[in-house]
């Protein structure tokens, strides 16, 4: 099992402080009565189905579910359409409730109720067909955190156009990447956003990835950051999104899509070879989504919800979009940096706009830990009541930190987990009902079956021992393929223990059969929530023209969870030199994006390599960990091992 994330595991298992729901919370909780979960475990089709009538459907479902392991076809026979779920069927009673208030990085504010949203989305939806594009096409999308971001994802689930969200720290590698996998014809972008105070520049690096994308037609530009970002529209391909708004109509009635219509693809990374494009339909992962957001955050018809993810990551898609609006929530977005001006911004949107739930990651809550407890005591914070955490396991002093000084104690913590593959929230609280404990994501929401095995898929009884995190049956929100790789849909996920899915996740239940999650086990790394493949990384390093192998692992981070090691053999004539690996840190940053630089780069002659030529990370990671050598026996050259930890130790913990 994942030894680097041991010692941390070990304090979290030893964890005996519970949380009962704060007092009042449950008697005014939307789910208070724990037979919920019997009663979903009896017949979880039966449960999903009960919950899909509060959807609108053009026609309903035949069959809830039809099962051929692994392909699940959710609600067949039904028509449906998500832009309608989270827009029309709201105008009647919640046309003028905000849908998104957004705060620019600068202070700008900008409101839409239900009504006008609906109409910048159908406008949109116009403009798209206007660019040719029909259902089924795929648009890609490359911005920062606007409005007009979740309105061209309406707009493309409007007229049935699957959307490809690319986050705008990736780099035009990264996004020519996955354009051309998902064979776009439309690309939606802006001038530039802010980060910082400083300009993103998204339009010239759209450029530089659209010159190796023969699928994309036109670019449509956005104008955000204006005079601050030097860019060029080239005639007949780009096209600036307030033009095209202008004449547009406000009337585009909403494509009757099959429940298994393609919502959208989510490219992630995985183990080996490029980013896998993870495919999610329509009416089962609206459904999740939107009882999960309800029953998790205890949503109310009153709340302002803040998820302060990127909507490029799922966590922005299911719990800023899809989620959210599906219920007719008042969702905050903020555009910019938590310590931008100054390291309260957040405490300062909160008591502004009284924000009531915050769902955020470890990796910030942590980041706030550090900055000290001056920044949020400088605001008032009492509206909130519900806080959420996810994209990585909460280590249990960053639980408590938040619990006080955030929600101060009377705020019931949910703990998260879930997948870009699960596509909604898997393992959680239900705030009104559970009991928490500091570290832990508690129990499957209902209607889920989890399980931990062995090596050799057995279970492993709670209390036992760590061991594979799996989930027994299928969910409404689960993706239902690879785009154009529905082999590695099978291999990847399906094959390791037949008949169950398999996360990729290492975890262990503890007595009261709790979950406790360690993390990853594959070659993926989670660095501040964000999964980064090592091979990518390495893929980077080499395509730097000096490196002639590499080797890429995680290592503990007090801040971002993990952080990125790398093991680099340079080639013949080329210097281990403070600049050489500053070098290949920039190289890697342009090639994929900041997220994935590494934070160490240690030089060596060779890598430890088993007789069967594989490379053992194990050992590399105790190395990178400055940590007691593990058992080297299997090791083809032993002596290249212990060079490596002297370089190490010289190093110290070097940057
Ligand atoms: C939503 C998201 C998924 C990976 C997953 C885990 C880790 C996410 C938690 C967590 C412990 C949590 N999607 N993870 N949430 N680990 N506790 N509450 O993050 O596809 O980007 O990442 O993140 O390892 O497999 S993701």
Request: with cysteine.
């Amino acid at each position: 099992m994942a030894t680097e994330a041991q010692s941390s595991f070990d304090i979290l298992l030893a964890e005996d402080r519970v949380y009962p729901p704060p007092p009042g919370f449950a008697a005014q909780a939307s789910v208070n009565d724990p037979q919920i979960y019997a009663e979903a475990d009896k017949d979880f089709e039966g449960f999903w189905a009960k919950h899909a009538e509060s959807l609108d459907w053009f026609q309903k479902w035949d069959t809830v579910l039809e099962w051929d392991v692994p392909w699940a076809k959710w609600f067949t026979g039904g028509k449906i359409n998500a832009s309608y779920n989270c827009l029309d069927r709201h105008l009647a009673d919640k046309g003028t409730k905000q849908a998104i208030i957004w705060e620019g990085e600068f202070g700008e504010q900008k409101t839409y109720t239900y009504t006008e949203l609906h109409a910048e989305v159908c406008k949109f939806a116009n403009v798209l067909k206007g660019l040719g594009l029909q259902t089924g096409d795929r648009v890609a999308i490359y911005m920062g955190m606007v409005p007009e971001l979740p309105i061209a994802l309406l707009a493309s689930a409007r007229i049935g156009c699957p959307h490809s969200v690319v986050f705008g720290g990736f780099s035009p590698d990264s996004l020519s990447d996955r354009i051309n996998d998902a064979e776009a014809k439309v690309l939606i972008t802006q001038d530039g956003s802010f980060r910082r105070g400083s300009v993103v520049p998204l339009k010239q690096n759209a450029d530089e990835a659209v010159k190796k994308t023969p699928s994309i037609e036109h670019v449509v530009v956005l104008r955000r950051a204006g005079d601050k970002a030097q860019i060029q529209m080239q005639e007949g391909r780009d096209l600036w999104w307030h033009d095209l708004m202008k004449d547009a109509s406000p009337d585009c009635p909403a494509e009757q899509l099959d429940s298994e219509h393609m919502l959208y693809i989510l490219y992630t990374s995985g183990t080996t070879g490029k980013p896998k494009g993870i495919v999610h339909t329509t009416a089962g992962y609206l459904l999740q989504t939107m009882l999960t957001t309800k029953w998790v955050f205890d949503l109310k018809d009153d709340d302002i919800y803040w998820c302060t993810a990127d909507i490029g990551w799922v966590t922005g898609h299911s719990y800023i979009v899809y989620g959210p609006m599906a219920n007719g929530a008042t969702c905050l977005m903020y555009e910019g940096a938590p310590d931008y001006p100054d390291k309260d911004r957040f405490w300062d949107i909160v008591q502004r706009h009284k924000v009531t739930i915050l769902y955020t990651a470890p990796t910030s809550i942590r980041t706030f830990m550090k900055w000290g407890t001056e920044y949020p005591e400088r605001h008032d914070l009492s509206s909130l009541r519900v806080l959420g955490t996810v994209g990585e396991p909460i280590n249990p002093e960053a639980w408590m930190w938040y619990n006080q000084y955030i929600g101060h104690g009377k705020s019931p913590i949910v703990d998260t987990w879930w997948q870009t593959e699960t596509g909604a929230i898997m393992i959680t609280p239900l705030p009104g009902i559970t009991e928490t404990i500091p570290g832990s994501a508690t129990v499957p929401f209902p209607g889920i079956s989890a399980s931990i095995v062995d090596e050799n898929g057995k279970d492993i009884e709670p209390g036992a021992a760590a061991g594979y995190l799996c989930l027994n049956r299928p969910w409404p929100s689960m993706f239902r393929t690879i785009f154009n790789d529905p082999d590695r849909y099978v291999q990847t996920y399906w094959s390791k223990f037949p008949g169950r899915y398999f996360t990729g996740d290492g975890a262990k239940q503890m007595n009261n059969g709790y979950y406790a999650i360690i993390g990853r086990v594959d070659d993926v790394l989670n660095v501040s929530g964000h999964r980064i493949g090592t091979w990518e990384v390495e893929s980077a390093l080499v395509d730097s023209g000096d490196v002639a192998e590499a080797a890429v692992v995680g290592t503990e981070d007090v801040i971002t969870g993990q952080a990125i090691a790398a093991f680099v053999t340079l080639k013949t004539g080329i210097e281990g030199t403070e600049d050489e690996r500053q070098k290949l840190k920039q190289h890697v940053a342009k090639k994929i994006g900041a997220i994935a630089r590494p934070k160490q780069i240690i030089f060596t002659a060779d890598l430890p390599k088993t007789r069967s030529a594989k490379i053992m990370r194990r050992l590399l990671r105790d190395v990178a960990a400055g940590r007691v050598l593990g058992d080297t026996t299997t090791l083809a050259d032993p002596a290249v091992v212990n060079e490596l930890k002297e370089q190490y130790e010289q190093m110290g913990a070097a940057e």
